[in-house]
């Protein structure tokens, strides 16, 4: 027999979305970038460290731009570990550090958990360094709370392949959901059809999967032989969601950021 069906729709943009249990809600989720610290990222070798820190910053403006909760916290980082990556807090000043007493698992730490716990929110999207115990013990603690718990694998960091390898079985075998930077973002927008769409499409091409802007690039050349480069910010956004329904476009009051949202969706007709 087939089990009960935990499916159910909200609105997300100007679109309603089907979302269940092994999906990412954005109105129940929390944020969670562990110990990504200048140190800690130094011992990283099952991805590139510089691909590494973009998906962090990706998933750090992402949250930002959906009113995700975000909280951070460092594992001592006055000593070798180094200080949290400031990017995080640069593109998202709304996220709150939570600082820890030596305790090398976050959920240790009744600080981390009381913030958790106020958002009302059961819903985790987990990513750190190292992966195989900055990610995986507060996954695996969150899990035995009565969480759920998104494992984000690119945006954490491991000292070996084997070692992430073995990590992503033990939280899987614990009962969280592995996933990636891209599909995380992908679940937290649901539609182009919002007025955000243009920041989610700059996030998506300048940190998560820089060769998007490719399609970007050959989209703005049309049919030509010789594909004609989007040269403007403004150009390369207007690129993404030809088709959606004119009546989703902002209102012309907005100014500038009317004026960047309008070319989203060009080649809409009125």
């Given at each position: 027999?087939?089990?009960?069906?935990?499916?159910?729709?909200?609105?997300?943009?100007?679109?309603?979305?089907?979302?269940?249990?092994?999906?990412?809600?954005?109105?129940?989720?929390?944020?969670?970038?562990?110990?990504?610290?200048?140190?800690?990222?130094?011992?990283?070798?099952?991805?590139?460290?510089?691909?590494?820190?973009?998906?962090?910053?990706?998933?750090?403006?992402?949250?930002?731009?959906?009113?995700?909760?975000?909280?951070?916290?460092?594992?001592?980082?006055?000593?070798?570990?180094?200080?949290?990556?400031?990017?995080?807090?640069?593109?998202?000043?709304?996220?709150?550090?939570?600082?820890?007493?030596?305790?090398?698992?976050?959920?240790?730490?009744?600080?981390?958990?009381?913030?958790?716990?106020?958002?009302?929110?059961?819903?985790?999207?987990?990513a750190g360094t190292l992966t195989s115990v900055?990610?995986?013990?507060?996954?695996?603690?969150?899990?035995?709370?009565?969480?759920?718990?998104?494992?984000?694998?690119?945006?954490?960091?491991?000292?070996?392949?084997?070692?992430?390898?073995?990590?992503?079985?033990?939280?899987?075998?614990?009962?969280?959901?592995?996933?990636?930077?891209?599909?995380?973002?992908?679940?937290?927008?649901?539609?182009?059809?919002?007025?955000?769409?243009?920041?989610?499409?700059?996030?998506?091409?300048?940190?998560?999967?820089?060769?998007?802007?490719?399609?970007?690039?050959?989209?703005?050349?049309?049919?030509?032989?010789?594909?004609?480069t989007a040269n403007t910010e403004q150009e390369?956004?207007?690129?993404f969601t030809s088709g959606v329904p004119a009546?989703?476009?902002?209102?012309?009051?907005?100014?500038?950021?009317?004026?960047?949202?309008?070319?989203?969706?060009?080649?809409?007709?009125?």
């Amino acid at each position: 027999m087939l089990g009960k069906s935990t499916s159910k729709t909200i609105t997300l943009g100007n679109s309603q979305v089907l979302k269940n249990a092994h999906m990412i809600d954005p109105n129940d989720a929390v944020m969670l970038l562990i110990d990504h610290q200048t140190g800690l990222i130094q011992l990283v070798q099952d991805i590139d460290q510089g691909q590494l820190k973009n998906n962090v910053i990706g998933l750090a403006k992402a949250a930002r731009l959906a009113n995700i909760p975000t909280f951070t916290t460092a594992s001592v980082p006055e000593g070798p570990n180094g200080p949290l990556m400031p990017e995080i807090h640069q593109v998202n000043p709304g996220a709150i550090y939570i600082p820890r007493t030596g305790q090398i698992n976050a959920w240790d730490n009744p600080e981390w958990v009381n913030a958790i716990e106020k958002t009302k929110r059961k819903t985790l999207i987990m990513a750190g360094t190292l992966t195989s115990v900055c990610m995986a013990s507060p996954a695996i603690s969150a899990i035995e709370a009565g969480y759920k718990v998104f494992c984000v694998v690119d945006a954490s960091g491991n000292h070996s392949k084997m070692a992430t390898d073995l990590t992503i079985a033990r939280v899987t075998q614990a009962g969280a959901k592995p996933i990636d930077a891209m599909a995380v973002m992908s679940e937290i927008m649901a539609t182009w059809n919002r007025e955000d769409s243009p920041q989610f499409a700059l996030i998506l091409m300048q940190h998560i999967i820089p060769r998007y802007q490719t399609l970007v690039d050959f989209k703005a050349g049309g049919a030509s032989a010789q594909p004609k480069t989007a040269n403007t910010e403004q150009e390369k956004l207007g690129l993404f969601t030809s088709g959606v329904p004119a009546s989703t476009r902002p209102a012309a009051a907005n100014n500038e950021v009317q004026e960047k949202l309008g070319l989203f969706t060009s080649g809409v007709t009125t």
